[in-house]
């Protein structure tokens, strides 16, 4: 599915309700912004952007601490290996044999979100149980080169 052409702002809002979330203003555009940005952003990157964009400032750290509570209500996800923020495509969450999984340029840092069957997820950790180890948790993310950046490197 094209991440873009889905209504970011409806899956927020049906998210926010489910969880019975109160979204104030200004958590309300910080989520937006994520959610419609596409790609991962740290507190600074977010709190510059929506200076811009919006013209309102919000420090960085109350932006943190919002992160932390989407995070929390699955809206959005901390790409470890950027230490940055993702919106969630709550369209792809909604999926119940499959789990929406990133997939991260390591040269240019784009990102795409992809799904990953339940049954692959399942055989890769009785595959880790057997080597003596719990998987931790089913959220990969896998580090890649996009089309782009690879056709560059190979020139
Ligand atoms: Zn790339």
């Known amino acids: 599915?094209?991440?873009?052409?889905?209504?970011?702002?409806?899956?927020?809002?049906?998210?926010?309700?489910k969880a019975q979330l109160n979204l104030t203003k200004k958590r309300r555009l910080v989520l937006l912004h994520l959610l419609k940005t596409r790609k991962p952003l740290s507190p600074y990157e977010i709190a510059e952007q929506i200076a811009q964009e919006h013209q309102k400032s919000i420090s960085p750290m109350s932006i943190y601490r919002m992160l932390i509570f989407f995070e929390q209500q699955k809206l959005v996800r901390k790409l470890r290996l950027v230490n940055k923020y993702i919106g969630c495509n709550q369209e792809l969450s909604k999926d119940v044999k499959a789990a929406s999984q990133f997939i991260i340029c390591s040269h240019c840092g784009s990102v795409s979100e992809i799904k990953i069957a339940f049954e692959t997820i399942k055989k890769l950790r009785l595959e880790i149980a057997a080597s003596g180890f719990q998987l931790k948790t089913p959220e990969m993310e896998i580090e890649c080169l996009c089309n782009a950046c690879h056709e560059s490197s190979s020139h």
């Not at 599915?1 to 926010?16: I, K, N, P, Q």
Request: negative net charge.
């Open 1 to 17: 599915m094209d991440f873009e052409s889905t209504h970011c702002g409806d899956w927020a809002e049906e998210a926010c309700a």
